[in-house]
């Protein structure tokens, strides 16, 4: 299960992805993020109340069949932070990449700053969140931030060595 932590800040990245394409209202954003983040009007409300207060969005309401709905867009800090969360995303792969390699076993690994690609090279899609005109999913931009350099440190198989059975190794004498 994921860290609730962790999960509130990809609830607000993916939030704000989906309103960099397009102003749109409550229902439809749940439709739009990732099921599997789970999210619900519950959640989602006071998100969006949390990102409007830090000026990343902006509401307005207008009538649609007969009642009031809010309708949100981002802003240009909302596309500040998302470009930050983009930017940030490499070093998160890297860490999970040493996590991952030091897990399996073998050499120890470091992350060098060369194991993390320049975003420009690796999500030419984060300077399009800024564009005006629609920018990609923001499950294919996170993949894109996602994408980094070989490592640089091989992982070296964990080999089989002979190990003593401790409880038996005394009574053995």
Not at 10 to 22: D, M, P, Q, T, Y
Not at 87 to 106: D, H, K, L, P, Q
Not at 120 to 136: E, F, K, N, V, Y
């Amino acid at each position: 299960m994921m860290d609730a932590q962790m999960k509130r800040g990809f609830l607000e990245a993916c939030v704000l992805a989906v309103l960099s394409r397009g102003e749109s209202y409550g229902y439809q954003i749940i439709k739009d993020v990732p099921p599997s983040l789970g999210l619900t009007e519950s959640t989602l409300y006071p998100l969006l109340k949390r990102l409007e207060g830090a000026r990343c969005i902006a509401v307005r309401s207008a009538e649609h069949n007969g009642r009031l709905r809010k309708y949100y867009r981002i802003t240009t800090e909302g596309r500040a932070r998302v470009e930050a969360f983009v930017e940030e995303w490499n070093e998160v792969e890297a860490i999970y990449r040493f996590v991952r390699e030091a897990a399996v076993g073998g050499a120890p690994v470091t992350v060098a700053p060369a194991d993390v690609v320049p975003v420009a090279a690796a999500a030419p899609a984060a300077t399009a969140l800024g564009a005006a005109s629609a920018p990609p999913a923001p499950i294919a931009a996170a993949e894109a931030a996602m994408t980094t350099a070989p490592a640089t440190v091989p992982v070296v198989p964990a080999t089989a060595s002979p190990t003593k059975d401790l409880r038996t190794e005394g009574a053995a004498s």
